[in-house]
T-cell receptor
Framework: KAGVTQTPRYLIKTRGQQVTLSCSPI?????VSWYQQTPGQGLQFLFE???????NKGNFPGRFSGRQFSNSRSEMNVSTLELGDSALYLC?????????????FGPGTRLTVL | AQKITQTQPGMFVQEKEAVTLDCTYD???????LFWYKQPSSGEMIFLIY??????QNATEGRYSLNFQKARKSANLVISASQLGDSAMYFC??????????????FGQGTTLQVKP
């Protein structure tokens, strides 16, 4: 089975711009979660999508949004980029996102905001 | 309050020796899951091992085992026979039960492991 894929792998943007990141889960996985990883804050949960619905959300401003399509592929969008948004964005998929489900991660998108 | 604490920012181990990476957690939820992931310098998080709060036995996966001490709220990862390829960052993570926790892992700050030849 193919693993989780994320595109693009690297992005450079300037402050004020917006960006869209894409994630394709493992075939058959319906839950997709997004995380932000920074040296200062570590790994933080952004949100989770299941069956095209946002089912859970972390403590991030409204500039961070996402969506999921009928084939479970997910995108996340960050509007009005700030310098502090520079991070590695990781997507993870699992069957249902429930307690015992293992999340499998993609390679990440490294976003640099100048 | 930190829910997952990894007190060892960095560790060294000699190749072929065993190493224990510490993880303590804090939750009032009786039902939870504990995960360990490895993150090489490439960035991808690789799943290693899972332990459920109700599991009676410690989890094992190849060279990885989890020393689960529920009363002490600790879930230490033991890597036996370390290899050079084990050099990476290791994260302990927890998922709690309940509808408000679907798809959400809480991570510790990580431990950087370096294996010396």
């Amino acid at each position: 089975k193919a693993g989780v894929t994320q595109t693009p792998r690297y992005l450079i943007k300037t402050r004020g711009q917006q960006v869209t990141l894409s994630c394709s889960p493992i075939s058959g996985h319906r839950s997709v979660s997004w995380y932000q990883q920074t040296p200062g804050q570590g790994l933080q949960f952004l949100f989770e999508y299941f069956s095209e619905t946002q089912r859970n959300k972390g403590n991030f401003p409204g500039r961070f949004s996402g969506r999921q399509f009928s084939n479970s592929r997910s995108e996340m969008n960050v509007s009005t980029l700030e310098l502090g948004d520079s991070a590695l964005y990781l997507c993870a998929s699992s069957l249902d996102g429930v307690l015992t489900d293992t999340q499998y991660f993609g390679p990440g998108t490294r976003l640099t905001v100048l | 309050a930190q829910k997952i604490t990894q007190t060892q920012p960095g560790m060294f181990v000699q190749e072929k020796e065993a190493v224990t990476l510490d993880c303590t957690y804090d939750t009032s939820d009786p039902s939870y899951g504990l995960f360990w992931y490895k993150q090489p310098s490439s960035g991808e998080m690789i799943f290693l091992i899972y332990q459920g709060s109700y599991d009676q036995q410690n989890a094992t996966e190849g060279r990885y085992s989890l020393n689960f001490q529920k009363a002490r709220k600790s879930a230490n990862l033991v890597i036996s026979a370390s290899q050079l390829g084990d050099s990476a960052m290791y994260f302990c993570a927890m998922r709690e039960s309940g509808s408000g926790n679907t798809g959400k892992l809480i991570f510790g700050q990580g431990t950087t492991l370096q294996v010396k030849p």
